[in-house]
């Protein structure tokens, strides 16, 4: 019997390679271990492009790594067994990679040990490994092949026979050195020793002569860098912003979308960075010309909501980066919206997976561009990171109606005016197509127009039809008091 999962729930996808979540693993504390090793590095990491280096990398020696487009995991060793863990509790275990890795903890003599890196994809045809090219051969494999491409490159030992050394860099990487010098599918990752002009040269080498995703520095004195070019993408401008107080008449930042292959318009963020003080006093301008309804509302960092536009603008931004998981290993959900020509007028569908974007920059306005997905497509970014669910239309996912279970009135009259208490039960329906929805909702309003604030709402919810049936009684209880008379 497996001493970290029960093999029971993992799935058969290739020969001895299996995966699945982390219910099946024995130890539960090793996903919230895997999730808060990924927030350190997030928290820590401080991303940068080749002109902020230049300009912001403080002198000093540092540790420069070769960045792998790959999948943050911890690979845990236990009694002889190995398997890899994401922080979205991904869990896999079997493939050689696993299996290279229990033969050299076995050969020096290592007991238990929890190692963080890069789970990636060696392709065949030599070329720079992308993460989509681990999600298709880790998820769903069509081969041996696929199984036998997995690997593991290792920068951080959280766990080695009881003793940490992620925050000792030095030892970290002898001591990886040593015990993977054999390693092929599992194995350090290439680092240099050098100072600030070296971590220049080296991310120049990487990106522009090998093709590779950039540099990662890191240094016992100054942290964590992550190095990577700006990326070019063109998205559809959906709403604007404008300042306030002393910036009024200025446009504050511009709501930007992605457009799925159907048409529909996936919000990829906000772009407040990298116009001229002209540039914002003409964008808002002419964008104020473009006002559309909506039903959808967004807000900015301000807390002044967007006013929507009709779609037709495409804008070029620049970013240092576009992630798709949360520091939890969670997709990233944003709202899709619809364009209703007949109503010149906007409508929120649901959130879906999509990227969060680092750094925008506006660039220009792509005039010669339409909005549409050959134009300002999530293929754009899509080609940079994984994103769940990319292909689903946007009728398909429309969520489904919610159905009344229950409703109970009561009123009362006080000083010649009617009081009206409503409590309501629904049954969602969305809990099985979307993670943000409960399963039951329970609602109360309270009427009094003696009150300064008339109206007022209490909502709860809930997963369990048997709590919520109980909530109900309480509150029924509570609320329909002597003097309330049921309608």
């Given at each position: 019997m497996s001493e970290l999962v029960n093999t029971e729930m993992l799935i058969a996808k290739?020969?001895?390679?299996?995966?699945?979540?982390?219910?099946?693993?024995?130890d539960v504390n090793l996903l919230q271990l895997a999730r808060m090793r990924r927030r350190q590095i997030s928290q820590l990491m401080v991303p940068l492009d080749l002109e902020s280096v230049q300009r912001k990398l403080p002198a000093g020696k540092y540790f420069i790594s070769r960045k792998i487009d790959g999948e943050f995991s911890c690979l845990v060793y236990r009694d002889g067994e190995v398997l890899t863990l994401n922080p979205g509790g991904s869990v896999r275990m079997g493939a050689p990679v696993h299996d290279e890795a229990v033969k050299l903890f076995k050969k020096a003599g290592v007991r238990q040990a929890i190692l963080g890196g890069e789970l990636y994809?060696?392709?065949?045809?030599?070329?720079?490994?992308r993460v989509h090219d681990l999600m298709r051969a880790a998820r769903a494999p069509q081969s041996q092949a696929d199984v036998d491409s997995l690997a593991?490159?290792?920068?951080?030992?959280?766990?080695?026979?009881?003793?940490?050394?992620?925050?000792?860099?030095?030892?970290s990487l002898a001591k990886t050195r040593t015990l993977f010098a054999d390693g092929k599918r599992v194995h350090p990752i290439d680092t240099v020793e050098g100072d600030e002009k070296e971590v220049i040269a080296r991310f120049r080498q990487w990106t522009e002569n090998e093709n590779e995703e950039g540099a990662v520095a890191l240094s016992a004195q100054f942290g964590w860098f992550k190095i990577k070019p700006r990326h070019s993408i063109d998205l559809a401008v959906v709403g604007f912003s404008e300042g306030i107080e002393d910036r009024t008449g200025m446009l504050h930042s511009l709501l930007v979308a992605a457009v799925r292959d159907d048409g529909a318009f996936h919000l990829a963020g906000r772009v407040g960075g990298g116009y001229s003080?002209?540039?914002?006093v003409s964008l808002?301008?002419?964008?104020?010309?473009?006002?559309?309804?909506?039903?959808?509302?967004?807000?900015n960092s301000d807390k002044v909501a967007y006013k929507m536009l009709k779609p037709g603008l495409v804008m070029e931004i620049s970013c240092l980066d576009v992630i798709s998981i949360t520091t939890d290993g969670l997709p990233i959900q944003r709202m899709v919206l619809e364009w209703n020509a007949g109503t010149s007028s906007w409508a929120g569908v649901r959130r879906l997976p999509l990227v969060s974007i680092i750094s925008p920059q506006f660039v220009r306005l792509r005039r010669d561009k339409e909005a549409t997905a050959d134009s300002a497509g999530l293929v754009q970014l899509t080609k940079i990171t994984e994103i769940p669910d990319a292909e689903i239309q946007a009728a398909d996912a429309v969520l489904p109606k919610a159905e009344l279970l229950r409703r109970a009135v009561a009123a009362k009259e006080f000083k010649g005016k009617t009081m009206v208490r409503k409590l309501l039960m629904w049954k969602t329906n969305k809990e099985q197509v979307s993670s943000e929805h409960p399963a039951y909702a329970l609602m109360v309003t309270d009427f009094s127009p003696n009150r300064k604030t008339p109206l007022e709402r209490e909502i709860c919810v809930s997963s369990s039809l048997e709590q919520i049936e109980a909530l109900w009684e309480a509150w029924q209880t509570e609320y329909f008091v002597k003097g309330w008379v049921t309608q």
């Open positions: 290739c020969g001895s390679y299996r995966a699945g979540k982390a219910a099946a693993l024995r994809v060696r392709r065949s045809d030599g070329k720079r490994t593991f490159a290792i920068f951080a030992i959280y766990d080695l026979d009881g003793e940490d050394l992620s925050s000792k860099p030095a030892e003080d002209e540039e914002r808002l301008a002419e964008l104020k010309a473009m006002e559309a309804k909506s039903s959808f509302v967004e807000v």
